[in-house]
């Protein structure tokens, strides 16, 4: 009689894992974004390339944008308004303000919709989401360098040294890159939840430009008012590069003081914001 054999069977346990959300500032991960630098290259030049694509005159429009403005603005608001300027001639008093103001418009229109743009590239692969709008930032600083040189042309026509004051543009330029980062996660968050964004888009631009000191002086605004127009962090950047490239009136005080108190308070709840909102990015877009 033969035996009954009988074969054993191994049981094997899957392994459980349990995920459970880093807290305080590890959770926001910012060193992954130094992992990630090749792809962010790679989307601000694909911004670049798509934004001049089969353009007649390529990046020359970085130029004409912010000249044709001061153009404008020098006619209207220089010769038939007669607004003040400091002393200083009202073209390149305007144009000086159009370089920060044209970074940051350009950042609060393409960051606000970019995750939207993307959704493709979200919902396929990982990566640290906080690259898309940053790529945003980084090809309108590309505009920027290419608007510069017209300054300089224009500060020899009309005969205006450079001072020492220039070494500070770069701190300037920082406060105009934390502005226009804070407001463009923000913006690209809440655009992915709330579409209507996109819509608001013009008239917010429209407003924030009137309401910094781009075709005026901010010496216009009342005294006791200036604490309440300094909430507009863009007022402190733009009288800044006036002062740093023209020898303004200082924006040194109490103004500045608040702009950078707002920029901090808004770059911080951005952060935090954006990577809350990051896991639900996929599903929602």
Do not use: C
Not at 113 to 123: A, G
Not at 234 to 259: D, H, K, N
């Amino acid at each position: 009689m033969t035996p009954d054999l009988q074969t054993p069977t191994a049981t094997f346990q899957t392994p459980e894992i349990v995920v459970t959300p880093s807290r305080g500032w590890r959770s926001l991960e910012l060193a992954e974004l130094w992992q990630y630098r090749e792809l962010l290259y790679f989307l601000t030049w694909r911004d670049i390339r798509v934004r001049y694509k089969q353009t007649a005159l390529g990046a020359a429009w970085a130029i004409l944008q912010p000249l044709l403005t001061m153009l404008l603005f020098s006619v209207i608001f220089g010769y038939f308004a007669g607004l003040p300027s400091q002393g200083i001639p009202y073209p390149i008093f305007t144009y000086t303000a159009l370089l920060p103001w044209g970074f940051f418009a350009y950042v609060l229109n393409q960051s606000s919709t970019s995750l939207v743009t993307d959704k493709n590239l979200i919902t396929k692969i990982y990566f640290p989401r906080l690259v898309i709008p940053l790529s945003s930032v980084t090809s309108a600083l590309f505009d920027f360098a290419i608007a510069f040189p017209l300054w300089l042309v224009m500060m020899w026509i009309f005969h205006i040294p450079l001072t020492w004051r220039i070494l500070t543009l770069p701190l300037f330029i920082l406060f105009a890159l934390a502005t226009a980062i804070a407001i463009g996660l923000w913006l690209s968050a809440l655009n992915v939840q709330y579409r209507d964004v996109r819509y608001t888009l013009p008239f917010l631009t429209q407003f924030w430009m009137y309401a910094t000191p781009i075709a005026y002086s901010s010496t216009i605004v009342p005294e006791r008012w200036r604490w309440l127009y300094s909430l507009n962090p863009m007022t402190g950047v733009v009288e800044g590069f006036r002062w740093a490239l023209l020898g303004t009136q200082s924006p040194l005080g109490l103004p500045i003081l608040i702009s950078l108190l707002v920029v901090l308070v808004l770059l911080i709840g951005g952060v935090m914001y954006f990577k809350h909102m990051e896991d639900s990015f996929a599903d929602v877009v």
